[in-house]
């Protein structure tokens, strides 16, 4: 081939190049999928999932969705070396992720430093939109006060003056605890905390927690362990007699990634937020799970809910911007952004980029048929109606550049 030929090739190659990645949309997302697979795994397919149908409906203003994915080990400095990877080498256009607290955090500060826009799917602390929030990064999944102002008021119902509490000890069980404290003594005055432990993530010795939680003797216990952690303390719990007559709140353990390995041993009659797939007779659900059954020949988990809604909701703010991932015209794009999920409507609010999403709250029993814990008796909590007020989140979010 002459070097003329060379030449017109080598431009031809460039020009291809250049068409295709015009064509596509390229979302980056950096999630500790070997450290919490119960949940992460269902999350992925729940991305893939929208991504799939996004594209097959002909993409965000005729730009198909690209969907690169990596593992953060459950570690904030990999996740900001995982983020800085994927800008130079993948060239993504935009960021989502996270589930662990103190990655989600990292990634929060990361996108601040970088100028980033940065979709925080998972990770629960408040810390997130509030006291480390940025304009850079919004949030879908409801705040860990959210949820916990979703059980706030059954618990206050018990009438338990005596409480202890178990959660695994970093910046998500810390912040939840602290703020059950709070909202249930606004609730009930005369309550008392009488019992404490907070085990390292991972790392429970189930048997030390239940007995010295047992010898508090309290009326009732508000748990906030998940995963591997929830498993040993209730199968321990069960074993000692810690649940036998007392009330119990938990927080998360009525998702169905940690409720239905428990199978009999699932614990009865606990207060939970969860998502109850089997029982929400809503057409956006039932369209999704119809959808999501065909595509994996399994139930969804809340996960999936969580990883569909991600892409969901970038998937509106680029709508809005005309298929950019312009950081500033994302950010404008996602404030009082609204987007359509399996649970509903949900908004991005513009005082703290907090979404509305909101989550089931009800009672675990055991279903014979399915072989494994359910939720009974339960609501939905519509996220809006458990945030704080405009006034109070000016107070506690910092004015960021």
Same mark, same amino acid.
Do not use: C
């Given at each position: 081939?002459?070097?003329?030929?060379?030449?017109?090739?080598?431009?031809?190659?460039?020009?291809?190049?250049?068409?295709?990645?015009?064509?596509?949309?390229?979302?980056?997302?950096?999630?500790?999928?070997?450290?919490?697979?119960?949940?992460?795994?269902?999350?992925?397919?729940?991305?893939?999932l929208?991504?799939?149908?996004?594209?097959?409906?002909?993409?965000?203003?005729?730009?198909?969705?690209?969907?690169?994915?990596?593992?953060?080990?459950?570690?904030?400095?990999?996740? @900001?070396?995982?983020?800085e990877?994927l800008?130079?080498?993948?060239?993504i256009?935009?960021?989502?992720?996270?589930?662990?607290?103190? @990655?989600?955090?990292?990634?929060?500060?990361? !996108?601040?430093?970088?100028?980033?826009? %940065?979709?925080?799917?998972?990770?629960?602390?408040?810390?997130v #939109?509030?006291?480390?929030?940025?304009?850079?990064t919004?949030?879908?999944?409801?705040?860990?006060y959210?949820?916990?102002?979703?059980?706030v008021?059954?618990?206050?119902?018990?009438?338990?003056? +005596?409480?202890a509490?178990?959660?695994?000890?970093y910046?998500?069980?810390q912040s939840a #605890?602290?703020? %059950?404290?709070?909202?249930?003594?606004?609730?009930?005055?005369?309550?008392? %905390?009488?019992?404490?432990?907070?085990?390292?993530?991972?790392?429970?010795? !189930?048997?030390?927690?239940?007995?010295? $939680?047992?010898?508090?003797?309290?009326?009732?216990?508000?748990?906030?362990? *998940?995963? !591997?952690? $929830?498993?040993? *303390?209730?199968?321990?719990g069960?074993?000692?007699g810690?649940?036998?007559? +007392?009330?119990?709140?938990?927080?998360?353990?009525?998702?169905?990634?940690y409720?239905?390995?428990?199978?009999?041993?699932?614990?009865?009659?606990?207060?939970?937020?969860?998502?109850p797939?089997?029982?929400?007779?809503?057409?956006a659900?039932?369209?999704?799970?119809?959808? =999501?059954?065909a595509r994996?020949?399994?139930?969804?988990? $809340?996960g999936?809910? #969580?990883? =569909?809604?991600?892409?969901?909701s970038?998937?509106?703010?680029? +709508?809005?911007?005309?298929?950019?991932?312009?950081?500033?015209?994302?950010?404008?794009?996602?404030k009082?952004?609204? #987007?359509?999920?399996? %649970?509903?409507?949900i908004? =991005?609010?513009?005082?703290?980029?907090?979404?509305?999403?909101?989550?089931?709250?009800?009672?675990?029993?055991y279903?014979?048929?399915?072989?494994?814990?359910?939720?009974?008796?339960?609501?939905?909590?519509?996220?809006?109606?458990?945030q704080?007020?405009?006034?109070?989140?000016r +107070?506690?979010?910092?004015?960021?550049?």
């Amino acid at each position: 081939m002459t070097r003329q030929a060379w030449t017109v090739a080598a431009v031809l190659a460039l020009a291809v190049g250049q068409a295709g990645a015009q064509g596509v949309i390229k979302i980056g997302e950096i999630n500790s999928y070997k450290a919490m697979p119960a949940f992460l795994e269902p999350y992925k397919k729940g991305m893939e999932l929208a991504v799939e149908q996004i594209n097959a409906a002909g993409g965000i203003a005729g730009k198909k969705l690209e969907l690169v994915t990596r593992d953060d080990n459950g570690n904030p400095g990999d996740a @900001v070396r995982a983020a800085e990877e994927l800008y130079a080498r993948e060239k993504i256009d935009v960021l989502t992720g996270s589930f662990l607290s103190h @990655v989600g955090l990292a990634l929060t500060d990361y !996108a601040q430093q970088k100028k980033r826009f %940065f979709l925080a799917s998972e990770t629960l602390t408040d810390k997130v #939109v509030w006291a480390q929030g940025n304009r850079y990064t919004y949030r879908l999944r409801g705040s860990t006060y959210m949820q916990v102002a979703m059980l706030v008021p059954e618990a206050a119902k018990l009438r338990k003056k +005596r409480w202890a509490i178990v959660y695994p000890n970093y910046e998500y069980g810390q912040s939840a #605890v602290a703020t %059950f404290k709070k909202l249930l003594k606004q609730a009930q005055p005369d309550v008392e %905390f009488v019992a404490e432990q907070a085990p390292a993530l991972g790392k429970i010795d !189930a048997g030390s927690v239940v007995q010295a $939680l047992a010898d508090a003797r309290p009326d009732a216990i508000f748990n906030v362990l *998940f995963s !591997a952690d $929830l498993g040993k *303390f209730v199968r321990e719990g069960n074993t000692r007699g810690l649940f036998k007559g +007392r009330e119990v709140v938990g927080l998360l353990t009525g998702e169905p990634e940690y409720l239905e390995p428990l199978r009999k041993e699932a614990p009865l009659g606990w207060i939970v937020t969860g998502y109850p797939w089997y029982a929400i007779n809503t057409p956006a659900h039932q369209a999704f799970l119809k959808a =999501y059954q065909a595509r994996y020949k399994e139930h969804p988990r $809340l996960g999936t809910i #969580v990883g =569909y809604g991600a892409i969901k909701s970038l998937e509106a703010g680029l +709508r809005k911007t005309g298929g950019s991932a312009d950081t500033e015209k994302l950010i404008a794009a996602f404030k009082g952004l609204e #987007v359509e999920i399996p %649970f509903g409507r949900i908004t =991005y609010r513009p005082e703290d980029n907090q979404s509305t999403m909101g989550a089931y709250v009800g009672r675990t029993a055991y279903d014979e048929r399915l072989q494994h814990g359910v939720m009974v008796d339960f609501h939905y909590a519509d996220g809006k109606d458990y945030q704080p007020s405009n006034e109070a989140v000016r +107070r506690m979010r910092p004015v960021t550049p």
